[in-house]
């Protein structure tokens, strides 16, 4: 294991422990009376699978009813997200929505297929994941300020992986470029599970992406970060610097993440489901589930996953506007 990401080790073990039994509050009549399909708008393995993966079993394990995770990758989420939009509103379909989804896909796409604030309602906001800037074994550049001496020397000779176009680990590359004067290739993929194999076997040179998909990569010593882009640093990975403190001043990134159903979904199921996954969120096994994959959970109502949507919408569409990028 590379010691040069210090971190609580004991974290690593809980990935698959048994969690204790918690009370549950009950839940409204006849509801769940069957599997609860969960729609993962990306692929298999990546930061959205793990987080939803985690919260699935302890739903199923609370509510004595299966959550079936359901991978519907392509076109910056809109796939899994139509699927949710064109669901029954029975409370038997769910949604991971996240940043992509629910704000940068409205300025990402020329016309997008649903509309947020219309056919889905809001359940809960999960909580929040930087993203690493990571470069390839053998590049030869150990800090920040070695990679942007290295592009300026090369311009439009490095390559930087993403999870797709217009996903957080795109557009944080785009903001990297446009705050350092460098010229760097982007190259999309189809999830980051694709992209992080491509960068360990160097056919791309750096990635920014999720520490939720990203971390046991580090953690294994496959691949070097340089720097986490939230404004403090990595409570996973404390040695890593912010790109603010590697002098790429002003640099502040964040994902997030929630549960999104139908549009009509009754409420009574909603409030349900908003309290349950309060009360898991509140559990300090599954904080420390979470935390092992640097994701950063919080409690709140369901409106907030929406405001938080509807605040940053505008911040996304000015990085979309400056990295040139749209679909459709």
Known sequence: MDT?????????????AALAPWPLQGHPAGWPERPVRLVVPSSAGGSPDAICRILGAELARA????FIIDNKAGASGTIGMMDVVRAAPDGYT????????LAINRSLFARLPYDPDRDLVPVALL??????????????????????????AKPGALSMGSAGSGTTGHLSGELFKTLTGTSIVHIPYRGSPQAIQDLMAGQ???????????APHLLAGRLQALAVTGARRSTLFPALPTLDESGVAGYDVV???GIVAPAGTPMSVVGQLNNLINSVLGVRAVQERYAAIGFETTQCPADRLF?????????????VKRSGAQIG
Request: charged share 20%; net charge positive; hydrophobic share 45%.
């Open 255 to 257: 994902a997030w993440g």
């Open 204 to 214: 791309v040179d750096l990635m920014f992406d999720n520490l939720s998909s990203i």
């Open 4 to 16: 040069k990401y210090p971190l609580r080790r004991d974290f690593l073990k809980l990935g698959t």
């Open 127 to 152: 909580g929040y994941v930087q993203n690493a800037l990571v470069v390839r074994p053998g590049l030869g550049v150990s800090s920040v300020k070695d990679l942007i001496a290295l592009a300026k």
């Open 307 to 319: 405001e938080r949507a509807r605040r940053e919408t505008p911040i996304w569409a000015r990085m």
């Open 63 to 66: 509510l004595n009813q299966a």
């Open 94 to 101: 769910l949604g991971y929505g996240n940043v992509g989804t």
